[in-house]
C-alpha cells in the first residue's frame, strides 16, 4: 500500500518555465489537496477536490492550476514559474465520511525557481 | 474564517520529561475538528491525534494526549516521556463546518529534546 505518491521529489526550474507535479493515491481516498510550505512557516492550501472532475481554489491559487480526471490522480500545474513559488509541495488524501479523518501526506516535492 | 494560532516557534525539553506545545484556535461554529501533525527533518507530514469538538474525552495515543479547554479555545498537545526521535516540528490543524474537509493549519512549533 503506497499511500500518497508525488514526483519529482526536487526540481529546479528557471523563471517562466511550466511543469507538473504528479500526485497519485491508491487508497480509493475521495478528497485530495496540494498545499505549499514556504521555510520556517505553515501548510497552506493552494487547491482541493472532493471527487474526479470537482476542484475549487484555497487560500493562495494564483499560478497555478489543478485538475481531476481520475480518483487516483490529482496533478498540479505552475505556469509561469516565479522566485514566489519556490516552496515544499505537499499532496493530501482524506476518505470524508469517517470521523477520525486525518489526511494521508506524500512525501513533497521542493521546487525551487531561479 | 478559522484560525489556528501556536504562539511557541520553538521549545526545548530535557530527554523523559513532558512537554505541552500551545495551540489556540477561532471558529464560530460549533462542530469543529483539530488535528495535531508532527514533521521532522525529512520532511514528512505524520498524523498524531484528533479531537473532536463533541468528544467528552481528551483525546490520547500513546505519549500523546491533547489538552481541550473548549470554553478557552486551547488544543494543547502533551509528549509525555520525551524522546529523542520527538525533535521535530508539530503544527496544530483545523476544520470545522465552514471549511468542511479543508484543514488550517498553523506556523508550528519547532521541538528540541535534549539528553
Known amino acids: 500500500n503506497a499511500g500518497v505518491t508525488q514526483t519529482p521529489k526536487f526540481r529546479i526550474l528557471k523563471i517562466g518555465q511550466s511543469m507538473t507535479l504528479q500526485c497519485t493515491q491508491d487508497?480509493?481516498?475521495?478528497?485530495m489537496y496540494w498545499y505549499r510550505q514556504d521555510p520556517g512557516m505553515g501548510l497552506k492550501l493552494i487547491y482541493y477536490s472532493v471527487g474526479a472532475g470537482i476542484t475549487d481554489k484555497g487560500e493562495v491559487p494564483n499560478g497555478y492550476n489543478v485538475s481531476r480526471s481520475t480518483t487516483e490522480d490529482f496533478p498540479l500545474r505552475l505556469e509561469l514559474a516565479a522566485p514566489s513559488q519556490t516552496s515544499v509541495y505537499f499532496c493530501?488524501?482524506?476518505?470524508?465520511?469517517?470521523?477520525?479523518?486525518?489526511?494521508?501526506f506524500g512525501s513533497g516535492t521542493r521546487l525551487t525557481v531561479v | 474564517a478559522q484560525k489556528i494560532t501556536q504562539t511557541q516557534p520553538g521549545m526545548f525539553v530535557q530527554e523523559k520529561e513532558a512537554v505541552t506545545l500551545d495551540c489556540t484556535y477561532d471558529t464560530s461554529d460549533q462542530s469543529y475538528g483539530l488535528f495535531w501533525y508532527k514533521q521532522p527533518s525529512s520532511g514528512e507530514m505524520i498524523f498524531l491525534i484528533y479531537q473532536g469538538s463533541y468528544d467528552e474525552q481528551n483525546a490520547t495515543e500513546g505519549r500523546y494526549s491533547l489538552n481541550f479547554q473548549k470554553a478557552r479555545k486551547s488544543a494543547n498537545l502533551v509528549i509525555s516521556a520525551s524522546q529523542l526521535g520527538d525533535s521535530a516540528m508539530y503544527f496544530c490543524a483545523m476544520r470545522d463546518g465552514t471549511s468542511g474537509s479543508r484543514l488550517t493549519f498553523g506556523e508550528g512549533t519547532q521541538l528540541t529534546v535534549n539528553p
Open positions: 487508497m480509493n481516498h475521495n478528497y
Open positions: 493530501a488524501s482524506s476518505y470524508e465520511g469517517r470521523r477520525t479523518n486525518g489526511y494521508t
